[in-house]
């Protein structure tokens, strides 16, 4: 007798929700269906990184070999470098933020100490203090230099 090596793609999308209970369940009949047909115990299980499966697996399949799916670990990595261009990303544009705070603060307050400076100026000259030079006269329409 030659023994083939046999395929078989068992669809989880056909289950209500992916909980331990629902795994259960269809590795359950799985399995009652393999020795109902005869078929030889599977060798190996190609799944994703779902813990209650594979718990669920070892229990029905102790021996099993279980191996993770190329797809999801290609995805994986994907993430992992998407993720880690992301928060340098991130980190740079929060360097750059927190620069242009500092640097708006320092204009802030130097704005401040000059206003403090020009009315401590005016009191001593006893001026009413203005915020145009006094040779520009304001008009409804322009600014004019006299």
């Known amino acids: 007798?030659?023994?083939?090596r046999i395929s078989i793609s068992i669809l989880f999308r056909l289950l209500y929700s992916e909980q331990k209970m629902d795994f259960n369940w269809y590795?359950?009949?799985?399995k009652k269906a393999q020795q109902y047909y005869s078929i030889p115990e599977p060798k190996i299980?190609?799944?994703?990184?779902?813990?209650q499966l594979y718990k669920v697996i070892k229990t029905?399949?102790?021996?099993?070999?279980?191996?993770?799916?190329?797809?999801?670990?290609?995805?994986?990595?994907?993430?992992?470098?998407?993720?880690?261009?992301?928060k340098r990303y991130i980190q740079l544009y929060l360097d750059i933020k927190n620069e242009i705070t500092e640097i708006v603060g320092t204009i802030e307050t130097a704005e401040t100490a000059d206003l403090e400076e020009l009315k401590?100026?005016?009191k001593k000259s006893n001026k009413q203090s203005t915020s145009f030079p006094i040779n520009i006269v304001i008009t409804k329409t322009n600014l004019f230099h006299i």
Request: no cysteine; net charge positive; proline share 2%.
């Open 1 to 4: 007798m030659i023994l083939k």
């Open 45 to 51: 299980f190609i799944i994703n990184f779902d813990k």
């Open 120 to 122: 401590t100026k005016n």
């Open 27 to 30: 590795i359950n009949i799985f």
């Open 60 to 86: 029905f399949y102790p021996k099993v070999q279980l191996q993770l799916y190329i797809f999801y670990i290609n995805d994986n990595i994907k993430f992992a470098i998407i993720y880690k261009w992301i």
